[in-house]
């Protein structure tokens, strides 16, 4: 599973929402689609147009709600079908898109050789999103980085990420005040169980990992319309990935949506601010998942 929350800066180049199709569908039940720069409601068709226009699509998730899935494969089997280049968080980083599984190859053979961990991102959870790029998208691409790679900066620091993501990320460096959010946002993730010591490895680590995630999207363009699917916090406007796209690609039109959870009674949450999405999928949450931090309470050994 993802170790924490990721960043993402800068998309003020995003395409305007304008909610203008009377016979647009509405969204399913219990779904909210807010663009947060205007306020409107919109429609998964108006969603959907919106995308089209975008020279970068950024989705987020929760990691463990299977709806958010269901809801970005159909996103990619109308918008993106046979145009979008799906980068994954969730499968290794390579440099070269993935093979795709062959006829006789299990699938879950393919995902465990790309490096997707099943029991980590519980698979299935996964696979209405899997199956419609694999049936979808131009081409498919891994961008996860893991074991080793992350250790050594979190341990020594960004002098110890590999040069190419190392360069990236010098390209458009977090400010003071970005940074703090960012040990916040990390902090909060890990229940404030994170010793302050580790914060400035932790988030080499976290600038680490979105700097994966803008090289394999840049690599992207010559397959299609890059499409980051990852967690919310990596397609953050104020902390991750789109800072760097924006910094890396200027003027280019990034389209960043979070997709959160309506509370526990079924109401909507407060909304984040335009600096953080610009659109928000607001979809019910996941019955009875239980105390998220009770993993960093269990003693270890």
């Not at 203008?20 to 807010?34: H, S």
């Not at 803008?214 to 990935?241: C, I, M, T, Y």
């Not at 509370?263 to 009875?288: A, F, K």
Request: contains cysteine; charged residues 20%.
């Amino acid at each position: 599973m993802c170790l924490t929350v990721v960043v993402l800066l800068g998309l003020a180049c995003a395409p305007t929402i304008r909610p203008t199709a009377p016979r647009a569908a509405p969204a399913p039940p219990d779904v909210a689609v807010i663009d947060l720069r205007s306020g409107a409601s919109l429609s998964m068709a108006e969603l959907a147009e919106a995308l089209r226009l975008g020279d970068f699509v950024l989705l987020g998730e929760v990691h463990d709600n299977p709806v958010h899935h269901r809801l970005r494969a159909e996103l990619l089997a109308t918008t993106g079908k046979a145009r979008a280049a799906a980068v994954f968080e969730h499968f290794d980083r390579a440099p070269v898109p993935l093979g795709r599984p062959g006829a006789s190859t299990p699938l879950a053979d393919w995902l465990d050789a790309n490096g997707f961990d099943r029991e980590g991102w519980r698979w299935p959870l996964h696979a209405p999103l899997v199956e419609r790029a694999l049936a979808n998208a131009t081409a498919l691409r891994g961008s996860g980085l893991r074991g080793a790679a992350l250790r050594e900066v979190v341990m020594k620091g960004p002098a110890a990420a590999p040069a190419g993501l190392r360069e990236l990320t010098s390209r458009a460096p977090l400010d003071a005040a970005a940074s703090a959010r960012l040990d916040a946002e990390l902090l909060a993730g890990h229940c404030g169980m994170l010793p302050a010591e580790a914060l400035p490895g932790m988030r080499a680590a976290q600038q680490l990992r979105d700097a994966a995630m803008a090289e394999a999207l840049l690599a992207s363009r010559v397959d299609g319309q890059p499409w980051l699917f990852a967690g919310n916090g990596h397609v953050r406007k104020d902390l991750a990935v789109p800072h760097l796209l924006q910094a890396l690609v200027p003027g280019a039109r990034l389209l960043s949506v979070g997709f959160i959870e309506r509370l526990e009674d079924g109401t909507m949450p407060p909304l984040p601010p335009s600096s953080e999405y610009d659109v928000v999928v607001v979809t019910p949450g996941v019955p009875n998942r239980g105390d998220p931090c009770e993993v960093f309470r269990k003693p270890r050994g």
